[in-house]
């Protein structure tokens, strides 16, 4: 920091944050500094900090003279956040001194942050790499900064893991995973349902599967040990709900059915859809939709190939063609449903009457049409 000479003479006697703190350094005797005369001073942080630096000098009249600087050692980044009524998958995305979920989402509802270690439970302060279900009373918007993330090692065990990325974007084809332990097509965001997902945004929270105990590496600059994407097949069905489809129709057995596999259900007051054994892929003619709503009536798409014929089942045993959008649960509960594959009604295209021949044991005349 350089700081210009006065037009009358002066002394430095202290530098500090702020006149309710002491000194960091206090000077004595002061350092006399003649008319004009300039002078430079060098500040180290090890983190970043919004705080002002004062700096008092002692005038030729016994005043004192204030002069404020903002040290901000490395740049912090800054990103805009929206969270939606309700649950929200979140992340920490810089470093902080204080981690603690009433410092880093203050509008959030106070004892709703959980983690997931083969089930959930109770949380009280973020981690990076690390993602977290946080409930909010009412939509809600900030803007965190702070010292950037560049790269994340994060830990995986076998099976499902919820973890969050760094502080730039990042492609899942991105991640660097040298032991080729994630299973392609399992990460999935949520945004008042799970959808599948090809990036991990700062701030967000994110589960991914893994077939194997181990790490990967989250930077937004790797070109090594690439993921190689997945894919669902375009001949497949589906039915939809919201960013959620569910698909359906194939009888191939090399399908990866694990690629379908979904993670563990949101919270109690969440929104999901998924077929029974936490999968999106129904590999036979009928099979059952679990439901989990907040008691809104369920809305689906159904996207049904040429040629094919499927129908849902509600509680009621109300059969309902499976096409286009249907709507579910208007003044009932929603908890399943059944979707089965149905032939289709043949209409005859021609009619024959044959000749009557009486019965010679009994009244009765059989005919044949």
């Not at 309710?20 to 350092?31: A, G, K, T, V």
């Not at 912090?76 to 204080?98: C, K, M």
Request: aromatic share 12%.
């Amino acid at each position: 920091v350089f700081i210009e000479g006065g037009e009358q003479d002066g002394e430095l006697v202290y530098v500090a944050f702020d006149w309710e703190h002491p000194p960091i350094l206090e000077l004595d005797p002061p350092l006399y500094l003649e008319m004009n005369q300039g002078l430079t001073l060098e500040a180290t942080y090890d983190n970043w900090t919004d705080e002002t630096l004062e700096f008092g000098f002692l005038s030729t009249d016994e005043m004192m003279i204030l002069f404020g600087y903002y040290y901000l050692g490395e740049s912090p980044s800054a990103i805009p956040l929206t969270f939606q009524e309700g649950w929200n998958l979140v992340g920490l995305p810089f470093e902080y001194e204080n981690t603690s979920v009433e410092s880093i989402f203050p509008q959030a509802e106070a004892g709703t942050l959980y983690q997931f270690d083969d089930t959930y439970t109770n949380a009280t302060d973020l981690e990076i790499g690390n993602g977290y279900w946080l409930y909010f009373a009412e939509g809600a918007s900030t803007v965190l900064s702070g010292i950037p993330v560049e790269t994340s090692v994060v830990e995986l065990t076998e099976g499902w893991n919820l973890i969050s990325g760094i502080s730039s974007t990042v492609s899942v084809s991105d991640i660097y995973d040298p032991q080729n332990i994630f299973v392609p097509g399992t990460v999935y965001g949520f945004n008042g349902t799970y959808f599948s997902s090809e990036i991990l945004s700062p701030g967000k929270g994110y589960w991914i599967n893994a077939n194997q105990n181990g790490s990967i590496l989250l930077s937004a600059n790797n070109t090594q040990n690439r993921i190689e994407q997945s894919h669902y097949s375009d001949n497949l069905n589906s039915i939809s709900f919201g960013k959620m489809s569910l698909y359906f129709g194939t009888e191939n057995s090399d399908v990866n059915t694990l690629g379908y596999s979904l993670p563990p259900t949101p919270p109690a007051g969440g929104n999901d859809i998924r077929f029974s054994g936490d999968t999106k892929l129904c590999t036979t003619d009928e099979c059952v939709i679990e439901v989990m709503n907040d008691g809104e009536p369920l809305t689906l798409e159904c996207e049904i190939n040429d040629g094919e014929s499927w129908e849902i089942i509600d509680r009621n045993e109300r059969v309902t063609p499976c096409s286009d959008i249907l709507v579910f649960g208007v003044n009932d509960i929603l908890e399943s449903l059944v979707l089965r594959k149905s032939t289709p009604h043949q209409t005859p295209t021609e009619f024959a009457l044959y000749s009557a021949h009486p019965n010679p044991f009994n009244p009765v005349t059989t005919i044949r049409v």
